[in-house]
């Protein structure tokens, strides 16, 4: 009913930028926060960063000053602008929303496939 389908990763060089996208599809009334969340290689799920509906944002500490995170309502689309990537920010990076659809009266956790993020030093 309702899909996250990421885009935009890659394999960059230390140092390097990329701009990963996160557009949801299908019956959907209202998307509510949203978050990027990554697992690296023999690493545990960690959060990356959190929009909510009216932009307010959190991020990670080990990411702060070098990610960003936004999100367009009308596009249903979520973004998280990556600079100064370093090797250890090497991970599958997921998108996770929380989801009204039409014709329910609570919000559902949905999440992406991932797409996979390469820095080589």
């Known amino acids: 009913q309702v899909q996250l389908v990421e885009s935009g990763g890659g394999l960059v060089q230390a140092g390097g930028s990329l701009r990963l996208s996160c557009a949801a599809s299908?019956?959907?009334?209202?998307?509510?926060?949203m978050n990027w969340y990554r697992q690296g290689p023999g690493k545990q799920r960690e959060l990356v960063a959190t929009?909510?509906?009216?932009?307010?944002?959190n991020y990670a500490d080990s990411v702060k000053g070098r990610f960003t995170i936004s999100r367009d309502n009308a596009k249903k689309s979520m973004y998280l602008q990556m600079n100064s990537l370093q090797p250890e920010d090497t991970a599958v990076y997921f998108c996770?929303?929380?989801?009204?659809?039409?014709?329910?009266?609570?919000?559902?956790?949905?999440w992406g496939q991932g797409t996979q993020v390469t820095v080589s030093s």
């Open positions: 299908g019956s959907i009334f209202m998307i509510n926060r």
């Open positions: 996770n929303a929380d989801v009204q659809t039409y014709g329910s009266s609570y919000f559902d956790d949905y």
């Open positions: 929009i909510t509906y009216g932009g307010r944002t």
